[in-house]
């Protein structure tokens, strides 16, 4: 297990002395993930949050990738949107799913003509749900694969996935943390971690990752529990358990929208107190295209707007 240092004990110490969210030094780093909006007014949704988070100086702004390349062009355009109107890098999913080499060559490229420098590169999620993952005939049979073939196309910087709790698909335990790293030794500069709702669970996953030889960052990512039934099915498709006691939480708030909203950014923000004081200082949010509770909790984290560098062009 990694040792914890005095200056981590100080901090932890703190944590439970102190209020916990007064006076922190305002050193954390956040990223956000949005999604690639259907219609008018989800595209007016996603800028509005866009708009809200931006001023954060969010380390980068990332934007999803449909399962079986569904949502190809509506990626596109709103990553080469964030590129073009605001200061924040944006990066773009990739996926290896029901696309050749050939194929996700020129959408790298198209990317990077366009001034995206940064890919998160994922094995993806097959078009239908339910059936197992069959590399395309032409295409990369694997996250690490196409790390590999990304490095080749341009000197792109690569994020990865990582499942703190194994991924659904995996075999073992072992299994997914060897494909993590066999992703790192492709050529990843990072990992982003799946969405967890316990420190612990990140902790122990980033010793064990270690352990293994894992030595790049790997990012926390944080869902806020916007819509408990959402949240159960994404927490079914990844794997990740829901405490039963926050379960409880939620009972009988389905027509208090403004308590789940507390309740929620509560139970986030708490835990992301407890993976700072533990050293972290680098947060990814999985926002839904919703800024209200990210914003609330990297305010706690001391975080600050800074708009005079936020302005996003008309």
């Not at 219609?39 to 100086?57: F, G, N, R, S």
């Not at 050293?279 to 949010?285: E, I, L, N, T, Y």
């Amino acid at each position: 297990m990694a040792s914890i240092s005095l200056p981590q004990l100080e901090e932890a110490r703190r944590a439970l002395d102190a209020p916990l969210f007064a006076d922190l030094a305002g050193d954390a780093r956040v990223s956000f993930e949005f999604f690639p909006p259907k219609t008018d007014k989800m595209d007016e949704q996603l800028w509005h949050a866009i708009e809200t988070l931006v001023p954060l100086e969010p380390q980068f702004v990332s934007v999803t990738y449909g399962a079986g390349g569904s949502t190809r062009e509506r990626t596109h355009a709103t990553v080469s949107r964030i590129a073009r109107e605001t200061h924040i890098p944006a990066a773009a999913h990739l996926t290896c799913v029901e696309a050749s080499k050939s194929e996700i060559e020129e959408i790298a490229r198209a990317y990077w003509d366009a001034g995206v420098r940064h890919i998160v590169a994922l094995r993806g999620d097959p078009p239908q749900a339910g059936q197992e993952f069959a590399p395309h005939p032409q295409g990369y049979a694997s996250a690490a694969d196409l790390v590999a073939g990304l490095k080749k196309i341009a000197p792109f910087e690569i994020s990865v996935a990582a499942y703190p709790e194994c991924h659904p698909s995996s075999p073992s335990v072992q299994a997914d943390l060897d494909n993590l790293k066999a992703k790192i030794d492709a050529g990843a500069d990072r990992a982003i971690s799946q969405f967890f709702f316990s420190p612990e669970i990140y902790f122990r996953f980033r010793d064990r990752a270690a352990a293994a030889g894992i030595d790049a960052e790997i990012v926390p990512g944080i869902l806020p529990v916007s819509n408990v039934a959402t949240t159960r099915k994404f927490a079914g498709l990844c794997g990740a358990a829901i405490p039963a006691w926050m379960d409880r939480l939620f009972e009988g708030l389905d027509d208090h929208p403004s308590a789940r909203q507390l309740i929620a950014a509560t139970i986030a923000a708490e835990m992301c107190r407890r993976l700072y004081a533990g050293g972290v200082r680098h947060f990814h949010f999985y926002t839904l295209n919703r800024a209200e509770l990210a914003f609330a909790i990297c305010h706690l984290l001391g975080l600050r707007s800074a708009p005079r560098l936020a302005e996003i062009a008309a």
